[in-house]
């Protein structure tokens, strides 16, 4: 299989980078425009901050490229949000594939993190991503923005309010956690998308 994973201005490329060669696969890890048209599959990962992100894949032409391609694309944290309509990190407008604005986290009670760091569940799953998936299945967290629950969830999870975990729109997937730090149920989200069609 021939796997790009976007490069770019953002942290956690390595981990899913290793993530994907635990599977058995060798990734591309590139911003070559062509290579990533190219690609059987697209990864755009990350941890990041959407404002200099998203001025960043303008610079280099990788907001148009990421949207039109056709092959199946998983965002990963800050890739799931950049994928939406607007974020309210630095009011930044984003690529607009889900139309749906990402929200900041405001806490409610003393014992609300923010950002959210760690381990939580996800329910709700439906989607090619959750194959053989029950639901309350643990995952592997870290964000401050969040995006609600809309026609294109499909799965949720509550840190604070119910949010959505995942996005899935056509050829576009994505899950505001991250499958390369979650462990087995990480590896079977990943061997999943690389399964779809």
Same mark, same amino acid.
């Given at each position: 299989? =021939?796997?790009?994973?976007? !490069?770019?201005?953002?942290?956690?490329?390595?981990?899913?980078?290793?993530?994907?060669?635990?599977?058995?696969?060798?990734?591309?890890?590139?911003?070559?425009?062509?290579?990533?048209?190219?690609?059987?599959? #697209?990864?755009?990962?990350?941890?990041?901050? @959407?404002?200099? &992100?998203?001025?960043?894949?303008?610079?280099? %032409?990788?907001?148009?490229?990421?949207?039109? /391609? !056709?092959?199946?694309? /998983?965002? *990963?944290?800050? %890739?799931?949000? /950049?994928?939406?309509?607007?974020?309210?990190?630095?009011? +930044?407008?984003? /690529? %607009? #594939?889900?139309? #749906?604005?990402? !929200?900041?986290?405001?806490?409610?009670?003393?014992?609300? $993190? #923010?950002?959210?760091?760690?381990? =939580?569940?996800?329910e709700d799953v439906k989607s090619?991503?959750?194959? %053989?998936?029950?639901? $309350?299945?643990?995952?592997?967290? *870290?964000?401050?923005?969040?995006?609600? &629950?809309?026609?294109?969830? =499909?799965? &949720? +999870?509550?840190? *604070?309010?119910?949010?959505? @975990?995942?996005?899935? $729109?056509?050829n576009f997937y994505a899950t505001?956690?991250h499958p390369e730090k979650s462990? $087995?149920?990480?590896?079977?989200?990943?061997?999943?998308?690389? !399964?779809?069609?």
């Amino acid at each position: 299989m =021939n796997l790009a994973i976007i !490069k770019y201005n953002a942290g956690n490329i390595g981990s899913v980078e290793n993530a994907v060669r635990r599977l058995g696969i060798e990734p591309l890890v590139t911003d070559n425009v062509e290579l990533i048209q190219k690609a059987d599959r #697209v990864i755009f990962p990350g941890q990041g901050e @959407a404002h200099s &992100t998203m001025a960043y894949l303008k610079a280099h %032409g990788l907001d148009q490229v990421i949207v039109n /391609l !056709k092959q199946p694309v /998983l965002g *990963i944290c800050i %890739g799931m949000q /950049l994928l939406c309509r607007h974020s309210e990190e630095q009011d +930044t407008d984003c /690529l %607009g #594939v889900f139309d #749906v604005d990402v !929200k900041r986290f405001i806490p409610q009670r003393h014992e609300d $993190k #923010v950002p959210q760091m760690g381990w =939580n569940t996800i329910e709700d799953v439906k989607s090619p991503l959750f194959e %053989g998936f029950s639901d $309350k299945e643990f995952v592997y967290f *870290i964000h401050s923005f969040y995006v609600p &629950t809309c026609d294109w969830t =499909n799965a &949720t +999870t509550d840190y *604070i309010q119910p949010y959505s @975990a995942a996005l899935h $729109k056509d050829n576009f997937y994505a899950t505001q956690f991250h499958p390369e730090k979650s462990g $087995k149920v990480g590896e079977r989200i990943l061997t999943n998308f690389f !399964k779809i069609k």
